[in-house]
């Protein structure tokens, strides 16, 4: 089955402790995408990857980074996590060019941070 | 840059009813595309439709349709008798096809479908 899977789905942490949010596409696709989603402001982009080791500033990058060692997965870390990234993050893959229509999304990832 | 304005922060309808959600967008690309999701409240982005900006006729998938008005900028998403379990989030987005692809949302509509 074609799908997008992030882990955890749910996170409760506290203020500074380093965390990651693995996501991981088995559709070959090579755009990935992390966004996150706030109550009133949809869902807004954080960080993309073109490609393999190819990574670059979304709209909201600050607090977050990424890397792309491998095709099928994109994770986002979190160094320092602070109360405003309490949050739904979502991961996204999807192929190049107008001609693919679609934006695959992962489940959601709800993370609080106290 | 893109824009995506979504002016119905809620909205209500009565089952079997048609619902219109409005959504009216800013580019300066020739070349874009236009996206309805839906958003359950178990959190999940559910992909609905899909228009191109040179397709000639809206689209349309099963009960939704997009009336994809170019001139005016705007992509609102058509529910036709609506369910009880269309009561979800619907968001609108673009994507410029250019370089990274990236999606632009809306802020959302929240539709509520009452019996």
């Known amino acids: 089955e074609a799908q997008v899977t992030q882990n955890p789905r749910y996170l409760i942490t506290v203020t500074g402790k380093k965390l990651t949010v693995t996501c991981s596409q088995n559709?070959?696709?090579?755009?990935m995408s992390w966004y996150r989603q706030d109550p009133g402001l949809g869902l807004r982009q954080i960080y993309y990857?073109?490609?393999?080791?190819?990574?670059d500033k979304g709209d909201v990058p600050e607090g977050y980074k990424v890397s792309r060692k491998e095709k099928r997965n994109f994770p986002l870390i979190l160094e320092s996590p602070s109360p405003n990234q309490t949050s739904l993050y979502f991961c996204?893959?999807?192929?190049?060019?107008?001609?693919?229509?679609?934006?695959?999304f992962g489940p959601g990832t709800r993370l609080t941070v106290l | 840059a893109q824009k995506i304005t979504q002016t119905q922060p809620g909205m209500f309808v009565q089952e079997k009813e048609a619902v219109t959600l409005d959504c009216t967008y800013d580019?300066?690309?020739?070349?874009?595309?236009l996206f309805w999701y839906k958003q359950p409240s178990s959190g999940e982005m559910i992909f609905l439709i899909y228009?191109?900006?040179?397709?000639?006729q809206n689209a349309t998938e099963g009960r939704y349709s997009l009336n994809f008005q170019k001139a005016r900028k705007s992509a609102n998403l058509v529910i036709s008798a609506s369910q009880l379990g269309d009561s979800a989030m619907f968001f609108c987005?673009?994507?410029?096809?250019?370089?990274?692809?990236?999606?632009?949302f809306g802020t959302g509509t929240r539709l509520l479908v009452s019996p």
């Open positions: 990857s073109m490609n393999v080791e190819v990574t």
């Open positions: 228009q191109g900006s040179y397709d000639e």
């Open positions: 559709m070959n696709h090579e755009y």
């Open positions: 580019t300066s690309d020739q070349s874009y595309g």
């Open positions: 987005a673009m994507r410029e096809n250019t370089g990274f692809q990236k999606l632009v």
């Open positions: 996204a893959s999807s192929r190049p060019g107008p001609k693919y229509n679609e934006q695959f």
